[in-house]
């Protein structure tokens, strides 16, 4: 039990080094950044989608059986098809 007691207080001990000086922080005065803007609903819906999809494609064709080519083409290629086209649709406009 020494062992795991001696892991657990390193733990501690790096977590306290890296987490609690940023904790104790104060704020800075001026913006450094530019902050992102909050997502709208399609973009959130749109990435709930893209995760989903493909792990209900996953489940229903189980590319771990040896069906990786149509996995790949059934449940990832829509998805990133997808992305590109709103990727290009959200060029700025010249």
Known sequence: ???VSE???LILL???????PRMLKPPPAGKAG???????QKKRSAIVISIVFPV?????????????????????????????FYWILSA???
């Open 7 to 9: 892991i657990l207080v």
């Open 92 to 94: 700025p406009k010249k």
């Open 56 to 84: 209900a494609c996953a489940l229903v064709i189980k590319p771990w059986e040896g069906h990786v080519l149509m996995f790949g083409a059934v449940g990832l290629v829509p998805v990133a098809l997808g992305w590109a």
């Open 1 to 3: 039990m020494t062992g």
């Open 14 to 20: 790096i977590s306290g080094i890296l987490i609690l």
């Open 34 to 40: 530019k902050k992102m803007g909050r997502l709208s």
